[in-house]
Every structure is written in C-alpha cells, then in structure tokens.
C-alpha cells in the first residue's frame, strides 16, 4: 500500500480513472509492487468507474510506463506496478507515500480530482508526510503547477484551495507555507498490509476457482496459512503461495459443480500439510 516517491513524476497527468485505478491496485500489490487477478467488477465496484474506463485507463497506465499487464486467466489480470519494489534492502528509505492512511479511504479523497489527488501527494512528499512544513515563494509555486499541468494559475488556484481540507496552506511576505494536518493523516488502517495482501491472494484464488460466498472470517483463517507455512515451504524450496494455489483448487474440483464450491480452512490446511510432508 505504498508508491515510491520517484513515481510520482509520471502520475502528475494521469486522467482521473487513471489515477483510481492505480490507487486502487497500489493498495493491493506486494513487496515487489505485484497484483495478482485484477478483475473488472473488483476495480468498477470500487472505483465508481464504467468496465470501458476500466481497459481504457489499464491500456493508459501501461502506455505511460507505470505498470505491466499479463492476462493471466480469460477473467482477470496480473499486474506489476513498475519500479515500485520494496522488497530490497533500503528500498523503504527511498521514501513512499503511505496509503495506509485512512484519509485514501475517505469520500472526500475520492471525490477530488486527479491533479488534486497528486498535489495531494506531492505535499505529502515535500512536508516528509508530518515532519514539516514546506514553504516555497508563489510565483514559483505557481510557476511549476501550471508547467507540471499546462493549465492557468486560476486553475491551479483552485487545485490547492481543494487541498486546504488536507493541509493548512498560508501566505506570508511572498512565500506559501503549506503544512500537514495531524489531524486529518495520523490514523492507519487497522489492518496490516501484509494480511491484506494474503487475503486478496485467497480472494483471487476463489474467483478463479468460481468459488462464491466465501467470508471474511473464511478468507481470513486461509491468509493465516501463508505465514504459518511460509518458511517451512521456503527451506523445501517450494513456494507457500503455489501450494495454497494448487490446494485450493483441488478442493474446488473434488466439489465438481461451480454451485457446491466452497471454501474450507480447514480441508485447505490438511492439504497443504501434505504437500509439504510429500
């Protein structure tokens, strides 16, 4: 649930479905910036975008070098955020914006606009996300946000008074002192981004197992295998993720017809002990 500082250069002009699209999958990906089973009606559902938005701001994303799309199934996608892995050692102090935060999951977030929703990270970055305030003389500011856009000062104006929700924002002696507002940024999703990671890594197994109906609590105890397993499969050279892949469908094709598909923790478990002690 991060993005990279240096990526925020190429998003300063994306289209608003563009910008959604890449937020919404950026909450999702992992250390190495990877989504797996992008899906139409998970980003629709989400996004409040059209399924023609949908291919045409993947295709736009992909055109301007921010992700890599594989057709993995005939019904979904794996995607990789391009240069946005944090799997390496240092790559947290590279600097990220953290969408962890639970302002990225508020109606007043979504309802800004795509430069808005940039400018927005943008101070992010330039105030080091609460450690100061960033101040930088107006006609310079005004000289690089209609550069940065190619719109009018009045445009760019209006930009930074949509923001004043996010950060205090003040002028003095020719200089604009933008600050970050603890208040609106301090609190964190609860849940952590590893153990959202591991259940949309299930989630995505179910669909592609046309398995439906499966809860958060089933969903949930399913994720927990991939940590309790995870480095009894690496000293076996194997990968946790493949074995819970092929253990769940096995369980759905054991059930034959799509309709008594469903998923249980507990048979999950019990197969994957087996591939492993094999």
């Given at each position: ?186 609190a964190v999703v609860s849940t952590g981004t590893e153990t959202q990671e591991h259940e949309n890594f299930i989630r995505v197994c179910c669909r592609r197992n046309k398995i439906r109906n499966a809860s958060d609590r089933q969903i949930g105890d ?57």
């Amino acid at each position: 649930m991060r993005i990279k500082y240096h990526l925020l250069d190429k998003m300063s002009n994306l289209t608003r479905a563009e910008m959604d699209f890449l937020l919404y999958i950026a909450k999702k990906q992992n250390l190495k910036g990877f989504v797996p089973g992008v899906h139409n009606q998970d980003v629709t559902r989400n996004t409040g975008m059209c399924k023609q938005s949908f291919y045409t701001s993947m295709r736009g994303l992909e055109r301007k070098g921010l992700i890599r799309i594989f057709r993995a199934t005939d019904i979904d996608y794996d995607i990789t955020i391009l240069n946005n892995d944090f799997s390496y050692e240092g790559a947290f102090q590279e600097g990220y914006v953290n969408l962890q935060r639970k302002v990225f999951h508020t109606k007043k977030f979504q309802s800004l606009k795509a430069r808005e929703k940039f400018m927005l990270m943008y101070f992010l970055k330039i105030t080091h996300e609460n450690s100061s305030s960033y101040r930088i003389g107006t006609r310079m500011f005004y000289e690089k946000f209609t550069s940065v856009f190619h719109v009018t000062e009045r445009v760019v104006r209006h930009y930074l008074h949509s923001l004043r929700d996010f950060f205090s924002v003040g002028i003095k002696n020719g200089l604009y002192y933008i600050t970050y507002k603890h208040s609106v940024f301090q609190a964190v999703v609860s849940t952590g981004t590893e153990t959202q990671e591991h259940e949309n890594f299930i989630r995505v197994c179910c669909r592609r197992n046309k398995i439906r109906n499966a809860s958060d609590r089933q969903i949930g105890d399913a994720a927990r295998l991939i940590k309790q397993y995870r480095k009894e499969a690496e000293k076996q050279k194997h990968s946790i993720y493949e074995i819970l892949r092929l253990a769940i469908r096995h369980a759905a094709l054991e059930k034959g017809q799509p309709k008594d598909r469903i998923l249980n923790p507990k048979y999950i478990h019990m197969l994957t002990r087996n591939m492993l002690a094999l």
